[in-house]
Structures are given as C-alpha cells and as structure tokens.
Nanobody, 125 residues
Framework: VQLVESGGGLVQAGDSLRLSCVFS????????VGWFRQAPAQEREFVAA????????RYADSVKGRFTISADKAKSTVYLQMNSLKPEDTAIYSC???????????????????WGQGTLVTVSS
C-alpha cells in the first residue's frame, strides 16, 4: 500500500484547509484510513478515521465539529476537511491505513500498517 498526502500549508486562525490522501496498491474498500498528527516535541495524536467498507467514522474530541473525514472511492482518496483552524492544530498530518479494523481500535496508531510521508499544516494566530 502506498499513501500520498497533499494539501498542507500556512493559514491563519479561522481559515480552512482540505488534506488529501491518495491510496494505491491494494483494494481501497478493504481498508480503514486514519489521519494522525504530530506537533514538535509531542506524541503522535489521532485525528480522524473512516472504515471504508461500511463507512463509520471516528474523531478526536479536539476536532469534532471542525474537521470532517470523507472518501471518494472512485479516486481512492480520503480527505480531511479542516475548518475553523486554530494555532494548536499546527502539526505534520499523516494518513495511515490498515485492513480489517474494529471500530474501537480506529484511534490506535500502532495498529496501522501503512503510513504516508506527511504534510505540514501551520496555523498562525
């Protein structure tokens, strides 16, 4: 599986960004894709995930109501729409994929087999 993220950049607080994660190498629908982020000197943090086979999503409390994860199966792409961005959202955002995940495990980074290279999001105040 290969994952390629794009869409990061420098924005101001309150702005929006949409990140993309293009998936290839396996059957897209068999996987769960998650977004994680890591700020400098901090642990990797779960952001959102979608189980592509049947569609359920999960979000970190810190982004609920502001971020939306979605998938375009025709393009094998998962998106992360980020609205009302805050300076504390500044981080490297990475997408990750794993097959056959149960819903209670979607936020556990160690369970994801494949990772993209990441894209930097910087939110200025």
């Amino acid at each position: 599986v290969q994952l390629v993220e794009s869409g990061g950049g420098l924005v101001q607080a309150g702005d929006s960004l949409r990140l993309s994660c293009v998936f290839s190498g396996r059957t897209f629908n068999d996987y769960t894709v998650g977004w994680f982020r890591q700020a400098p000197a901090q642990e990797r943090e779960f952001v959102a995930a979608v189980r592509l086979r049947d569609g359920p999503t999960r979000y970190a409390d810190s982004v609920k109501g502001r971020f939306t994860i979605s998938a375009d199966k025709a393009k094998s792409t998962v998106y992360l729409q980020m609205n009302s961005l805050k300076p504390e959202d500044t981080a490297i955002y990475s997408c990750a994929a794993a097959p056959r995940m149960i819903l209670s495990s979607l936020g556990i980074p160690s369970l994801y087999h494949y990772w993209g290279q990441g894209t930097l999001v910087t939110v200025s105040s």
